[in-house]
């Protein structure tokens, strides 16, 4: 089945403690991108990557870093989190790249205390 | 920053019923699309439209989009509670940022039954 899969779903985490969320697909797509989602702001780029070693800041990219080594992983990493980093989190692919259909991953939920 | 604007906001209608929402946007777009959301749940493509398109047909939606107002319009027709969601319409094209893709805040559609 095609699909795009994040991990965690939920996370609590306290301020200053590095985490990571992954995110595969396995659809073979070269585009990737990052999106978090707050009430009444809505969807907000922070990263793209068109392809393995290429990324770009999106929107949002301050605190956040991201990393392209293969093609199916595209991970967020969040070196320092803060309260305002508490947000919904998206990934998603696209076969066509900035322009084609995106595919999204099921939402990564995070809580910075 | 938020390229596509929805309008309403929020809309309540009677299973059966017709509804329409709108997009505004403010730049040139390559193409626009419309995603369906289920609440905390990841985005889910419903329906691409050129520049060049006017109108759009998938199953009971019907999207248009009119160039010269910067404007779309996405219609469900004969709704169903299942079709209770936020909506989004999202612009294909460059923008300040240099990010490719943006969202606008969306549509809350309730369907009663």
């Known amino acids: 089945e095609a699909q795009v899969t994040q991990n965690p779903r939920y996370l609590i985490t306290v301020t200053g403690k590095k985490l990571t969320v992954t995110c595969s697909q396995n659809?073979?797509?070269?585009?990737m991108s990052w999106y978090r989602q707050d009430p009444g702001l809505g969807l907000r780029q922070i990263y793209y990557s068109m392809n393995v070693e290429v990324t770009d800041k999106g929107d949002v990219p301050e605190g956040y870093k991201v990393s392209r080594k293969e093609k199916r992983n595209f991970p967020l990493i969040l070196e320092s989190p803060s309260p305002n980093q508490t947000s919904l989190y998206f990934c998603a692919s696209s076969l066509s790249g900035y322009a084609g259909e995106l595919f999204f991953g099921e939402g990564s939920r995070l809580t910075v205390l | 920053s938020q390229q596509g604007e929805e309008d309403p906001q929020a809309l309540s209608i009677q299973e059966g019923e017709n509804a329409t929402m709108n997009c505004s946007y403010k730049t040139s777009i390559n193409n626009l699309q419309w995603y369906r959301q289920n609440s905390g749940r990841g985005l889910v493509h419903l329906i691409l439209i050129r520049s060049n398109e006017r109108e759009k047909h998938s199953g009971r939606l019907r999207v248009t989009l009119d160039t010269s107002k910067k404007s779309s319009s996405l219609l469900i027709t004969a709704s169903r509670a299942a079709d209770t969601a936020s909506y989004f319409c999202a612009t294909s094209g460059y923008n300040n940022a240099g990010n490719m893709l943006t969202f606008g805040g969306g549509t809350r559609l309730m369907v009663k039954p």
């Open positions: 659809m073979n797509h070269e585009y």
